[in-house]
T-cell receptor, first 112, second 114 residues
Framework: DAKTTQPTSMDCAEGRAANLPCNHS???????VYWYRQIHSQGPQYIIH???NNETNEMASLIITEDRKSSTLILPHATLRDTAVYYC?????????????FGAGTQVVVTP | KAGVTQTPRYLIKTRGQQVTLSCSPI?????VSWYQQTPGQGLQFLFE???????NKGNFPGRFSGRQFSNSRSEMNVSTLELGDSALYLC?????????????FGPGTRLTVL
């Protein structure tokens, strides 16, 4: 399975866009990119996922490069409640959640 | 609808004891997965149950076991507890499988082994 590389931490000003990078240079053609986040003392929360096209939902946008070797999660207007650890996961098309490997993630701190 | 619930939320045990944790998935969800989260190892997959059958298992010793009941509620058991088993144990549920469904996590059970 492909692995991901994320920065250890990032700071972001409240109200500004937060751009979280993820490198997955060994991704295979049938592997999806998923993003989750975990707010302190809570379970992880699904944010968004995509295969090759850019995706947007009410929480965030996911931009995947044309070669699919990297992606960026964009939180358009960060709030203090977005402070969390953000996980980028690459997973194949599978019938089991066991293929989802959570790495160390990026600790994002949103400051006033 | 109600989210994933886990009981108890906090637990203190001593080495050598055993412990059973419970997870109630979102109504209608048939897949329940368990994870262990520690500061050193991060979030690690333990096992997944779907319709009472174990669908996948992570790389944990046999002391860790689980089961799922016909109402999709799940339990995990850890026997002969070790200090290193101190962790946050998370349960997650989904209707069926990845890519078509979203996985929802519970708040976790914080286990401390003394």
């Amino acid at each position: 399975d492909a692995k991901t590389t994320q920065p250890t931490s990032m700071d972001c000003a409240e109200g500004r866009a937060a751009n979280l990078p993820c490198n997955h240079s060994t991704i295979s053609g049938n592997e999806y990119v998923y993003w989750y986040r975990q707010i302190h003392s809570q379970g992880p929360q699904y944010i968004i996922h995509g295969l090759k096209n850019n995706e947007t939902n009410e929480m965030a946008s996911l931009i995947i490069t044309e070669d699919r070797k990297s992606s960026t999660l964009i939180l358009p207007h960060a709030t203090l409640r977005d402070t969390a650890v953000y996980y980028c996961i690459v997973a194949p098309e599978t019938d089991s959640w066991g293929k989802f490997q959570f790495g160390a993630g990026t600790q994002v701190v949103v400051t006033p | 609808k109600a989210g994933v619930t886990q009981t108890p939320r906090y637990l203190i045990k001593t080495r050598g004891q055993q412990v059973t944790l419970s997870c109630s998935p979102i109504s209608g969800h048939r897949s329940v997965s368990w994870y262990q989260q520690t500061p050193g190892q991060g979030l690690q997959f333990l096992f997944e149950y779907f319709s009472e059958t174990q669908r996948n298992k992570g790389n944990f010793p046999g002391r860790f076991s689980g089961r799922q009941f016909s109402n999709s509620r799940s339990e995990m058991n850890v026997s002969t507890l070790e200090l290193g088993d101190s962790a946050l144990y998370l349960c997650a549920s989904s209707y069926q499988s990845p890519h078509t469904d979203t996985q929802y996590f519970g708040p976790g059970t914080r286990l401390t082994v003394l």
